[in-house]
């Protein structure tokens, strides 16, 4: 991709720039949408650990209801316009074994993405979701075009 300034997401935190910017991040169970107007050139991505606030603290863009809540504020305050807007979807593996259901965070984090962009009509026009490995998102804000990488799992031994 070009030579743009980069930003690297930090887990539980959203960026949306009018500039040009490739946004990095990595991914394992948490969930990154990417949100872009094709018209405007505005482009941002949340990056999400767990589905749903539960109202206590907080509301922080650690949850994925409030971070898709946020990014698209943002984005609608920079400029885009929500008729526009498309989404990708990234993330949501199952980097941890586990032999309970009820964790299956990834999983969770991956129905709240669809159901709350389809509570606000943004279309999914890309996804690489699930799976047993860990991703590596660049995004470009003005094109948005995605870049990903699987990240291999790495057994360590004493």
Known sequence: MDNLPAYYLYPANLFVSPEKYLIN????SCVAICLFDPISKIGGMNHYMLPLWNGEGLASPKYGNI????LLESMLKHGARKHNIIAKIFGGGEVIET???YFN???RNID???SFLSE???PIKAESTGGKLGRKI???TETGSVKMKYINRQIIED
């Open 105 to 107: 965070i990834g999983k």
């Open 67 to 70: 971070a898709i809540e946020k």
């Open 138 to 140: 660049q995004f470009h």
């Open 25 to 28: 991040t990595l991914l394992g």
């Open 99 to 101: 032999h309970h259901h």
């Open 112 to 114: 709240l993405a669809h």
């Open 120 to 122: 606000l009509k943004i």
